[in-house]
């Protein structure tokens, strides 16, 4: 079997592996902040903390369409490429 991407499931591997990178450092650069926050209450920290949280949440979410998306796209490549060798 052989393993062949096309464009657009490259594009989506690539896109999920960056979108888990900056969801990552983003929830955790928001729990440090929001340390900050929580030890300096009137503040601007603690709510900008809360951005980052949820920034880096939906950017973990995205990641996730584009998983879904990209396995979905290897699996009918396969399956295409399966008909092609079975004459199909």
Known sequence: MTTRMTERALQLKQSATIARSVGVVTIALGFILGMQGLDQPESGW???????????????????????????????????????????
């Open 46 to 88: 603690l709510r900008t903390a809360q951005g980052l949280i949820v920034t880096g949440l939906l950017a973990q979410g995205y990641a996730l369409w584009c998983t879904i998306r990209w396995k979905s796209e290897r699996t009918d490549d396969d399956d295409r490429d399966g008909d092609e060798r079975n004459g199909k």
